[in-house]
């Protein structure tokens, strides 16, 4: 900060050596904003992130997915890239945001019109996860129930992280809302299909993991022969389809 209260950031400046590639901000006089003065959007807050970066603070998932596509649809010059989280959206930047910039992000109105639509996707489950019938038990369900619960929503991508490929899926109702195992298993299947929290997911490789497991798939949602490798990408609409009369799987080691 000067001593005005101004911060010094500016426009990319190029390293000479390296053509094309930006390694610093030369120095111009930015009015930093921090959160919206008042209105429906004054707990959103923007934080720095680094030296090239800025964090957006949202209220919740809906608003963070609403300003992802209002932005997706009416981009800002200095925004590189888009990092949705639960209740956070990662600006990555080409340059300072300007004061007016700022702004836009502050107060922008997200309204369910404007909730990014990324596609619908269809992925066929197993239902016979290892941990199936404890998640019955604690939701209070039948078995059955169990499935028809999962398979009766839409679940919708809300942001990506943990592996390459794994997406968080939000459902429409907490019916299947259940804590993650108390002792995390050291190896979970590569498209096991599991419930966490108000979350639901797909294992897209073989690895440790804590979710209650109530399912398998068949579909990758990792590929790297494909393009884009990740199947699942925020905003997707995913429905899971119940399949029967396959073998069970080995059930994983806990």
Request: charged share 25%; net charge neutral.
């Amino acid at each position: 900060m000067t001593g005005s209260g101004r911060s010094a950031v500016a426009r990319s400046c190029p390293d000479a050596s390296r053509p094309g590639v930006i390694t610093a901000f030369e120095t111009m006089t930015v009015v930093p904003v921090e959160r919206a003065d008042q209105g429906a959007y004054a707990h959103r807050r923007l934080l720095d992130y680094g030296e090239r970066a800025r964090l957006l603070v949202c209220a919740d998932l809906d608003e963070v997915l609403g300003m992802l596509a209002a932005l997706h649809e009416q981009p800002l010059d200095a925004v590189d890239e888009l990092v949705p989280g639960a209740t956070t959206l990662l600006l990555k930047l080409r340059r300072p945001l300007t004061t007016r910039e700022q702004r836009e992000l502050l107060t922008r109105p997200v309204t369910r019109s404007t909730l990014v639509a990324a596609g619908e996707v269809r992925i066929e489950v197993t239902y016979d996860g290892p941990d199936l019938e404890d998640v019955a038990r604690l939701t209070g369900l039948a078995v059955e129930d169990v499935i028809a619960a999962h398979t009766g929503q839409r679940w919708t991508v809300g942001f990506c992280g943990f592996a390459p490929g794994f997406a968080y899926l939000r459902g429409e109702h907490d019916r299947l809302r259940v804590a993650r195992r108390a002792v995390p298993r050291t190896r979970v299947p590569a498209g096991a299909v599991g419930l966490a929290d108000h979350w639901s997911g797909v294992y897209p490789r073989r690895g440790p993991g804590g979710w209650q497991l109530i399912g398998r798939t068949d579909r990758a949602t990792w590929d790297l022969g494909r393009e884009p490798p990740a199947l699942l990408h925020p905003g997707t609409v995913v429905r899971f389809v119940p399949v029967e009369g396959r073998p069970t799987a080995a059930e994983p080691e806990r």
